[in-house]
């Protein structure tokens, strides 16, 4: 079993949908949990660290199941800028995240 | 965030020649990463580059294939070397966040590499 897990999608939504992305993760002892975002030929960047409380960031929630070793990301109103690939990132004792492949979103009008 | 660069931005070779991929931050920073992402593929970490020291590899890779250099605490260099067309990927570097934390990482725009 990989380490960390997503399913690549693509993800093909209406422009204002809401949509979801899992990520499991093999370590039960992992420690930190953060989402990326990727745009196509470019560098991934950070988009939201993953509290074990949740946290919300305008359109965007992140929420961490440690009993089921997941990490989701929702995006409500889906806008066509939101097209792009999101990586999940999970750390254990190194502290190094080790990433997933991505899940890729196309927004459409 | 740190502003990095990478030189080169993308680049053809042949196979058998060896590239050496500069990586530039704009401010200090303790630990830099050298990561590959190979199409449809995650983020892979080749190695972790300290000043003053030897680069530590992950499984599978090495230092006479992947050599790194780390002269200084902005500026570091990955070559890859004897180069084959499995090595076609991105080469990304990148670099713990402001606060010295590890598991924040900030990227730079990546070599894009293709081997013929």
């Known amino acids: 079993r990989k380490e960390v897990e997503q399913d690549p999608g693509p993800f093909n939504v209406p422009e204002g949908a809401t949509v979801a992305f899992n990520c499991t993760y093999s370590n039960s002892a992992s420690q930190s949990f953060f989402w990326y975002r990727q745009d196509c030929r470019k560098e991934p960047k950070l988009l939201m660290s993953v509290y074990s409380s949740g946290n919300e960031d305008g359109r965007f929630t992140a929420q961490l199941n440690r009993a089921s070793q997941y990490i989701s990301l929702l995006i409500r109103d889906s806008k066509l800028s939101d097209s792009a690939t999101y990586l999940c990132a999970v750390t254990t004792g190194s502290y190094i995240p080790t990433f997933g492949r991505g899940t890729s979103l196309i927004v459409h009008p | ?116």
């Open chain 2, 1 to 116: 965030s740190a502003v990095i660069s990478q030189k080169p931005s993308r680049d053809i070779c042949q196979r058998g020649t060896s590239l050496t991929i500069q990586c530039q931050v704009d401010s200090q920073v303790t630990m830099m990463f050298w990561y590959r992402q190979q199409p449809g593929q995650s983020l892979t970490l080749i190695a972790t580059a300290n000043q003053g020291s030897e680069a530590t590899y992950e499984s599978g890779f090495v230092i006479d294939k992947f050599p790194i250099s780390r002269p200084n605490l902005t500026f570091s260099t990955l070559t890859v070397s004897n180069m084959s067309p499995e090595d076609s990927s991105i080469y990304l570097c990148s670099v713990e966040d402001s606060w010295g934390r590890r598991d924040t990482q900030y990227f730079g725009p990546g070599t894009r590499l293709t081997v013929l």
